[in-house]
């Protein structure tokens, strides 16, 4: 037998209006808001982000081209393979998750078939269990098969630029994004959002159940500085003289 758990928080009661899912809200103590209106419950020792929600998430925008972009892969089979895209609004530094997708016994050209219209040019981080070589793959390690897809796969690993690849380093700087406001997440990604309120500590460990986009995520700021601009804007800035687009570098 099957079993589905979904998850719903007061936003999708839409038989409220948004002032009364407010006041609602706002009736309960400070310290029980997101478990009662969203259903974050406080699990094992701790949840890893204790970061409202309403300050990372943002409405969903067209990109600049100029901005670096960066894919980022978590694998898996059974659990479900994840995949995100970040911007990096260098400017200000601020880190913007702007796709993520998630799929359970998806082969990598199954997988290159959903993630390349994000971007043939996009390239993409991973993590160091793609090495591996799979049965399913003939002895090929996972991200050659997925760069025999067609995926821009980087030459190495995730990891930071002194070459360690620390779980903690990574969600520590995931978190200080997040605290400092210099990290944002496109309010539509609900799958992003669900684990992101389950993602917990048990007896100091990380539990690691249905994090799949939350560990894509993690690889992706280790290896933000290999985001690249997309090429076509360099194309843009090469037009003649005179020759212009009316849609410019937000297109």
Not at 28 to 52: D, T
Not at 228 to 243: C, L, N, S
Request: glycine content about 6%; proline content about 6%.
């Amino acid at each position: 037998m099957t079993r589905h758990v979904t998850f719903m928080t007061i936003d999708d009661a839409e038989h409220y209006t948004p002032q009364q899912r407010a006041a609602i809200v706002s009736a309960y103590p400070a310290h029980e808001r997101e478990a009662r209106a969203r259903g974050i419950p406080v699990l094992g020792s701790g949840r890893i982000f204790p970061v409202a929600e309403e300050l990372i998430a943002c409405e969903p925008f067209r990109l600049p081209r100029y901005w670096p972009r960066l894919g980022a892969l978590d694998f898996g089979w059974d659990h479900p393979s994840a995949a995100v895209e970040l911007a990096w609004d260098t400017e200000a530094d601020v880190v913007y998750v702007a796709k993520a997708c998630r799929a359970s016994q998806q082969t990598p050209a199954m997988q290159a078939l959903t993630l390349k219209p994000w971007g043939e040019w996009l390239p993409w981080a991973w993590p160091r269990d793609g090495r591996r070589e799979t049965l399913e793959g003939a002895g090929v390690a996972l991200a050659r098969q997925y760069a025999a897809h067609g995926l821009n796969m980087l030459s190495s690993h995730a990891q930071f630029a002194d070459g360690s690849v620390s779980v903690e380093a990574g969600l520590m700087e995931m978190l200080d994004r997040m605290q400092s406001g210099r990290f944002k997440v496109f309010s539509t990604l609900l799958p992003w959002f669900e684990e992101f309120r389950l993602y917990h500590r048990k007896d100091g460990q990380v539990v690691k159940l249905r994090d799949d986009l939350m560990a894509a995520t993690r690889y992706g700021v280790m290896m933000l500085r290999e985001a690249v601009v997309d090429p076509a804007e360099f194309k843009t800035a090469r037009r003649k003289p005179g020759q212009s687009d009316p849609l410019g570098a937000f297109r």
